[in-house]
């Protein structure tokens, strides 16, 4: 397989850690509210929900169109 199978098979799975954790951070949401109950490790959810879940939607979708970019996100990743 090529290198730019490579990004796009590395940008999928990037996309769906992004979707799941999206999913089950809103669950967790959703069910909080819904039980008017503070979130245990609010701190955590802030920081996952403003910086490492947009990153990693990001870095997906600079991987995916071939951007250099991209590859230095992912190491990090």
């Given at each position: 397989?090529?290198?730019?199978?490579?990004?796009?098979?590395?940008?999928s799975?990037?996309?769906?850690?992004?979707?799941?954790?999206?999913?089950?951070?809103?669950?967790?949401?959703?069910?909080?509210?819904?039980?008017?109950?503070?979130?245990?490790?609010?701190t955590?959810?802030?920081?996952?929900?403003?910086?490492?879940?947009?990153?990693?939607?990001?870095?997906?979708?600079?991987?995916w169109?071939?951007?250099?970019?991209?590859?230095?996100?992912?190491?990090?990743?």
């Open positions: 397989m090529n290198g730019s199978g490579r990004k796009r098979r590395r940008a799975l990037f996309a769906l850690l992004a979707v799941l954790f999206h999913a089950i951070l809103a669950v967790q949401l959703v069910l909080a509210v819904m039980a008017r109950t503070p979130l245990p490790g609010r955590i959810f802030v920081l996952n929900l403003a910086f490492a879940l947009p990153l990693l939607s990001l870095t997906a979708f600079l991987l169109r071939a951007v250099p970019v991209g590859d230095l996100l992912a190491i990090q990743m």
